[in-house]
């Protein structure tokens, strides 16, 4: 566990960089020169518009882009391909839901619950979905050691309740949420049960069948892919049922006068040209993972995590946060005594350890804990223990820097 999992040397910003501790993959992630690569030899042998031509290389845009839909769906566990949507990430994957589902399904009177651990990305959307159509909002509180407090879920989740969104992984803690517990209370009321997997797709090896959630969230860009593609898998029945999220080219079968039809999933999802260079770069990213292996990832960056959160909580004036009782993935949010976030992310990114600070875009969390921001340190496969001790070391030096 000492060195990286994987050569820094495969990842050319690292290695353009040796001065850099990046420790803001859960932000996102550096690139592997095959992913780069990949999307070069789109560019270079198969760049066209597809679906749209009958000559060949449009055949071949074409070709590339399901091949990649194939590869993600496959990576994440999930049988029917076509269920697995390519949108530009977790964000609109959960716009889309909440807009296109949730309009369609959730009307006065009905409930909408989530938990106090979310990323706006899976708030705001449901916040306001519920606040158009009259619906209640709750939300699920935790418990003192950070995680969902989950017979509190239970009682929220009442018969009017439509739907329960919830992270798999908790972007500014890192708690792992119990999901096959959340979807059992999801269902149990007839609920759609929606999972964000945004920080659990890059670290934990993830079958979205087996979870049995109704619709899953990923970005492509925190799992060693491109930024502006990502996805939600949703069950064919749901898609079927749902109206278009957006409307235009490739989305239709018959645009009459009067009415229009839809075309087939996943196309009814996918108004307009699809981003095929991300599409392209995440078929690579998986290749990349999957070559590497999900549980060895796990096991590398829970063991950086768990190093980091003991040495820091070893240092006078550090606290770090809980993180639903067992540190199990990569993700070390820490406050320090005297020294506000952001100077503290600027003194260390002077000694070249790039780290996050701020709300981690979970405001409600954040005020449940009664802090305004965090410093968040993550690890991904191309850490190590030396970018362990060079974050404790320089933790400690910005607390004596402050007069502590
Ligand atoms: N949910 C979680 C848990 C996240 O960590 C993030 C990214 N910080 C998002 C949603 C939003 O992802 P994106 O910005 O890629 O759409």
């Known amino acids: ?45 198969a760049n066209a518009n597809p679906h749209r031509g009958a000559y060949r290389l449009s055949g071949a845009a074409t070709d590339a882009y399901a091949a990649s839909r194939a590869a993600v769906a496959n990576f994440l566990g999930v049988a029917d391909s076509d269920t697995m949507l390519f949108t530009r990430g977790t964000t609109e994957s959960l716009n889309l839901l909440a807009t296109a589902w949730g309009r369609a399904n959730v009307k006065a009177g009905d409930r909408v619950v989530v938990t106090r651990l979310e990323h706006h990305a899976n708030f705001v959307p449901w916040q306001q979905l519920a606040l158009e159509a009259g619906a209640e909002f709750r939300i699920a509180e935790l418990t003192a050691d950070g995680a969902v407090d989950m017979a509190g879920l239970a009682r929220l989740v009442t018969p009017n309740t439509k739907v329960v969104a919830f992270a798999h992984v908790s972007n500014a803690l890192g708690t792992v949420n119990d999901v096959p517990a959340m979807v059992r209370i999801a269902h149990g009321v007839g609920a759609l049960a929606v999972c964000d997997g945004a920080q659990a797709v890059p670290h934990l090896s993830v079958s979205v069948d087996a979870l049995g959630v109704d619709a899953y969230a990923f970005s492509g860009h925190k799992m060693l892919g491109p930024m502006g593609i990502g996805g939600v898998v949703v069950r064919r029945a749901i898609l079927e049922q749902m109206p278009p999220y957006q409307m235009g080219g490739d989305m239709i079968s018959r645009v009459g006068d009067e009415r229009t039809t839809w075309n087939v999933i996943p196309h009814k999802f996918e108004a307009g040209t699809p981003n095929v260079e991300g599409a392209v770069g995440l078929g690579a990213a998986v290749r990349y993972l999957a070559g590497v292996g999900m549980a060895a990832v796990h096991e590398h960056e829970t063991g950086l995590g768990a190093l980091a959160a003991e040495r820091l909580a070893a240092l006078e004036g550090v606290r770090v946060l809980p993180s639903g ?80």
Request: charged share 20%.
């Open 1 to 45: 566990m000492n060195g990286p999992l994987v050569p820094r040397s495969d990842f050319p910003l690292l290695a353009a960089h040796p001065e850099l501790s990046y420790l803001d993959s859960a932000a996102t992630s550096q690139k592997p020169a095959s992913v780069m690569d990949a999307i070069r030899e789109y560019y270079t042998n």
């Open 325 to 404: 009782g067992v540190r199990s993935n990569g993700v070390v949010s820490f406050v320090v005594d005297g020294v506000h976030p952001h100077d503290l992310s600027q003194i260390l990114d002077a000694e070249g350890i790039c780290v996050r600070a701020g709300h981690h875009c979970a405001q409600p969390l954040m005020r449940s804990l009664d802090l305004a921001a965090t410093t968040r340190a993550s690890f991904y496969l191309y850490n190590d223990a030396q970018d362990v001790e060079r974050l404790v070391t320089a933790v400690g030096g910005a607390r004596k820097r402050m007069g502590y």
